[in-house]
């Protein structure tokens, strides 16, 4: 089973729109992300 599941719209219409957007740099933006905030 995968570690990360991407929505239906996701594959459908920003890949296809977008091809040179590749899975793994969502995967590596979410495990490693440059900033983040907690919220309250």
Excluded: G, T, V
């Amino acid at each position: 089973m995968e570690k990360y599941r991407f929505a239906p719209y996701y594959k459908c219409k920003i890949l296809r729109k977008c091809p040179y957007i590749q899975r793994d740099w969502c995967i590596k933006i979410i495990e490693n992300p440059l900033n983040s905030k907690d919220k309250k």
